[in-house]
DNA sequence: TATGAATGAGTATTCATTCAT
DNA sequence: TATGAATGAATACTCATTCAT
């Protein structure tokens, strides 16, 4: 990871510009679209694309791991209201990470990638109970599935920012007292 | 149902038969699973399956279709509370409802089948409010669009017993005020 | 073929609606056409036109047979020159015999069918040849030969009336002297 | 041919072994045999016929674009009445391109290469003209008319070789005055 | 005899993956 | 290491033909 020849620097770049298409293509056309066409869009050669993912699942799984960081990333910026308002608002846009975290016939396991995230948002819940804007019963598993369950509905069920708005508010009530 | 001939009666069996192994089989791998394979389990030639259903989509629909008439019936005999729970228990048994309203790429559209669920459950709210059990301010939309995001999160995130009720917990409590 | 039994009259009344259905279709959609849309165009079922052409062939066969008598019935009402000009200008409308002539990948011969037509394009040749009006060199087959290219050639090739004509009268110019 | 990579050496062979077989395949069972057909005798896979031609009407049109510049380039080296003859004598060899310029229910369209062919008749009848071995009234559509004509009948008529000459005496004899 | 449901081999096409250059 | 051509199993769908009713 610290090397430095010129020929790592190159496959570097390489693997970066696949991820970044494979997101792209993933994202618009959803996980069936053919590697050959993330390798057209990342300007490679198919056989590039193979060499750094062996399989089409393992770059799906590269895919993920990059997205989750970033939502840990994002996680360190908010508290838990407007993460989970974020990340809902971001759904569609994420379209792959919400894809691939809900199954979709791909075998994916990311146990690290998703702990970090669960991490992240075990914080944010610690914070939120602390300030008293969470009900103490309330533990982390739940507000995982319940983020994963609103990110899943919101984007296949194409919500407006109405629906958006209104079906976090449930959620958000809940959230302070139950 | 108004024919009364043989042959129409073996045509009805086998029909039941598609439909009965193609709900176990895409419940089972997902709807990437092949025409083939359903033909197979139902014990008939393929081209049997194609005869009932011209297009792999028109046998998803079909399936949607029945599943989502059974939601309404079970709609009927249960409050909006027992409903929810009954449907996130469920959540995995219906992989393929689950799959098919979250879109999975197929194009499938049951306006009709869709809309009497949302009347069944549009009357169970009713039934709420008027009982005081929900928040008077709280509308069909982001009912339906709880429902539809905890069956999707419970059936793949694989929750068990217990997640399932402490997820359900907070959205009951945030349903009743909010 | 005598037969009265009322039975026999339906069948009879069946198989010659099959045959106007399948004339019908395959001048539309070519030989290619299946024969279930046969037998839809022909109100009756499937089975029914397997029972009176247990094969495909068979039915292109018999399509075959009608046309050529009905050619052989024209050609007993012109002469020579009226008759190749009414087929050329009819091509179109005959594509399937056309076709079927042609060959097509369809094996089928009638050797009895297309030897009455024969007989009766020999007929005119020699009521030509005898009115001055063809020369004396002229054989039947090259005439045979000239009749069936210059039909494929106008059924594929979609002559207007002029190309018809300019055809034609390079041809009946040769026939006339050469 | 700009090209000097060795792949693209070996990919160039494929394509013409792929165009060979299909131009064997075709013309000896019709357009309706498989394209796997194809891919066994060029000793291929599917897949390399598909990569080449992503479409069985794709592989057609490139035989025919084939099959049409060799007469072109034949009719370079002939006179009009050669070239008539010579083409007659090869149809059944050439059973692709005469069935394709015949329609056969597979949609291609090769303006260009049909263009040139008729560009190249077009000279060989000037010539004619210009030395008085063809009326002056003569037109080139109706030539054209005559040449598929001609084609069409001497393939699927399975002309000998005295019933090709008597046929083309006639057609000639109509084309030096008419 | 008519019906039409069932059969199943066959077809074009796709796509993850391999491998020669 | 990158390329991109080749592979070949898999898939949805068609259609001539058979056969139970």
Same mark, same amino acid.
């Given at each position: 990871?610290? +090397?430095? &020849?010129?020929? =790592? ?5 390489n693997r970066?510009?696949? @991820?970044d ?13 053919s590697? +050959? ?9 198919i *056989?590039?694309v193979? =060499? $750094? ?6 770059l ?6 990059? @997205? ?5 990333e +994002?996680? *360190?910026?908010r ?7 974020h @990340? !809902?608002a ?6 792959t990470?919400?894809d691939?975290?809900?199954?979709? *016939?791909?075998?994916? =396991? ?5 702990? $970090? ?5 075990? =914080?944010?819940?610690?914070q ?5 804007? !969470?009900?103490d &019963? !309330? ?14 509905g ?12 209104r079906?976090?508010?449930v !959620?958000f009530?809940?959230?302070k007292?139950?």
């Open positions: 990871m610290i +090397e430095g &020849s010129p020929l =790592r620097a190159d496959a570097q770049r970066a510009r696949i @991820l298409a494979a997101e792209a293509i993933f994202a618009e056309f959803g996980t069936r679209a590697t +050959e066409e993330v390798a057209r869009r990342a300007g490679v050669a *056989g590039t193979f =060499r $750094h993912f062996p399989t089409k699942d393992d799906l799984a590269a895919i993920m791991k990059r @997205l989750l960081a970033q939502l840990v +994002e996680a *360190g910026k508290d838990l209201f407007t993460f989970f308002t @990340l !809902v971001q759904a569609a846009a994420k379209k990470v919400v691939l975290l809900a199954g979709s *016939g791909v075998d994916i =396991r990311l146990p690290d990638a998703v702990g $970090h995230l669960e991490e992240a948002v075990g =914080r944010l819940l610690e939120a109970r602390a300030a008293g804007a !969470v009900a &019963s !309330v533990r982390l598993p739940e507000t995982m599935a319940l983020l994963t369950s609103l990110c899943q919101a984007l296949h069920g194409g919500w407006d920012q109405q629906l958006q708005a079906t976090l508010t !959620v009530a809940g959230l007292r139950d």
